[in-house]
């Protein structure tokens, strides 16, 4: 009995049998309980995916900010350096606040864009130059700097609406492939100087109404309405069914604008100088323009064929 009493006691102070271990069949059990589920690439320290997040973490600050010289599309923009800033006021773009670097050597331009921001009621800032250098890629900003709200976009409808509510037939113009927004501010200006009743750009791979198209307008931005089209070929499509030709300018089109009749609704698709119009927009087209020209002259400039295109319809209506 005794020498039982005393194996007992041994393994009660920790002593085992030969082969077996205290408490291995709890820690058996916990091995096997699930664990949940497997952290994402992002999360796991030494995954390549997470040392891209944590380089992407530093390119943005701990106040949200995006790096330098750049904004989310659609934002407000910055309007950077001397002349852009003192033509955008000129044009009267309607910017929300002028950025002025404390200490900044007060010429001409200065001085009058100061005075234009303040009398068209918008806020001027004194701020540290460190703080342009921040908002610019290049720190290239001259002490000033003008930011331009987002451009507000009219719908497609509301073009063809508003053309008929004054008792007008629609003059449109569509841009297909037009990517350099001077081009886009060029061709805006000249649709309100011969009458036309807006713009459509398409949604994707196109020049948005920036500050330079602002800017390349002379403030006809500000009066015309731009539209932007999920789809364009499909908003073509569905102006055809209210009653609009649909126009397309090439220089190898099969209707001269000698021989054409502007004085019906009508759209006219402007293609880039260099990719012309795309396939399905050049398909839905009613008839392919050309403009006459002398010489050995190939094509014009996208915004200047549409201004003389504008300019020989607007002739036609006022006849």
């Known amino acids: 009995m005794a020498g039982n009493s005393q194996r007992r006691g041994a393994i009660r102070k920790g002593g085992t049998k030969k082969g ?9 059990r916990r091995g096997l309980e699930p664990r949940g589920a497997t952290p994402k690439a992002e999360e796991r320290t030494y995954h390549p995916a997470a040392r891209r997040a944590r380089a992407a973490a530093k390119a943005t600050d701990t106040r949200g900010r995006r790096p330098a010289g750049r904004k989310p599309e659609d934002g407000p923009e910055m309007v950077l350096g001397r002349n852009p800033v003192v033509e955008c006021l000129r044009a009267e773009v309607p910017a929300t606040a002028l950025y002025v670097a404390v200490g900044a050597e007060a010429d001409e331009r200065l001085k009058e864009s100061v005075q234009r921001a303040a009398d068209m009621g918008i806020s001027i800032l004194e701020v540290a130059r460190t703080e342009l250098d921040r908002l610019s890629a290049n720190g290239m900003h001259q002490g000033i700097g003008l930011q331009v709200p987002a451009y507000r976009y009219a719908h497609p409808d509301d073009l063809i609406a508003q053309a008929r509510q004054s008792h007008e037939k629609p003059l449109l113009v569509a841009l297909d492939n037009i990517t350099d927004p001077r081009n886009l501010g060029a061709v805006i200006r000249s ?4 009458g036309g009743h807006g713009v459509v750009i398409p949604q994707r791979r196109s020049a948005a109404v920036t500050a330079v198209a602002w800017r390349t307008s002379a403030g006809a931005a500000v ?3 731009v539209a932007r089209a999920t789809n364009l070929t499909r908003t073509l ?3 055809q069914s209210q009653g609009v030709r649909v126009v397309g300018l090439d220089a190898g089109g099969d209707t001269s604008l000698d021989d054409f009749d502007g004085t019906d609704p009508v759209v006219i698709v402007v293609g880039s100088e260099g990719k012309g119009l795309s396939r399905l927009v050049r398909e839905t087209c009613d008839t392919i323009l050309s403009v006459p020209m002398a010489g050995d002259m190939e094509s014009l400039n996208a915004s200047v064929a549409a201004g003389v295109v504008l300019a020989d319809i607007a002739r036609q209506r006022r006849a």
């Open 20 to 28: 077996q271990t205290v408490g291995s069949g709890g820690q058996r």
């Open 191 to 194: 649709v309100a100087a011969f």
């Open 223 to 225: 009066r015309l309405p």
């Open 237 to 239: 499509k569905d102006w």
